[in-house]
């Protein structure tokens, strides 16, 4: 699977962004798919991961209903619509892609995650 994320760019706080990732490879479907995202000088972290049907969604507390994650399999993209951006929400913003290998909590794990996008930068001005 290769991923490539876009849609990033510049935006006030408050404002809106919608992430997209498209995938090649007819596995798409079998993935769970996560956006994960890093800022200067800080670790990678999970921000919200969608499962392979596109029913099931999880987010980083932080993140709770301002960002909405989806998935299309029929386009191979997934998505991440985030809204009511703070400053600290700037960060390279990466989607991956995991195999259906473990429970819960293994998705919250970049280690865990088998195929990456790119990044997509995010710059949110206060």
């Known amino acids: 699977v290769q991923l490539q994320a876009y849609g990033g760019g510049l935006v006030q706080a408050g404002g809106s962004l919608r992430l997209s990732c498209s995938a090649s490879g007819r596995t798409f479907s079998s993935n769970v798919m996560g956006w994960f995202r890093q800022a200067p000088g800080k670790e990678r972290e999970f921000v919200a991961r969608?499962?392979?049907?596109?029913?099931?969604?999880y987010y980083t507390d932080s993140v709770k209903g301002r960002f909405t994650v989806s998935r299309d399999n029929g386009k191979n993209a997934v998505y991440l619509q985030m809204n009511s951006l703070k400053p600290e929400d700037t960060a390279v913003y990466y989607c991956?892609?995991?195999?259906?290998?473990?429970?819960?909590?293994?998705?919250?794990?970049?280690?865990?995650?088998?195929?990456w996008g790119q990044g997509t930068l995010v710059t949110v001005s206060s």
């Open positions: 969608v499962s392979r049907s596109g029913n099931t969604t």
């Open positions: 991956a892609a995991a195999r259906p290998l473990g429970g819960s909590y293994y998705y919250y794990l970049p280690r865990n995650y088998d195929y």
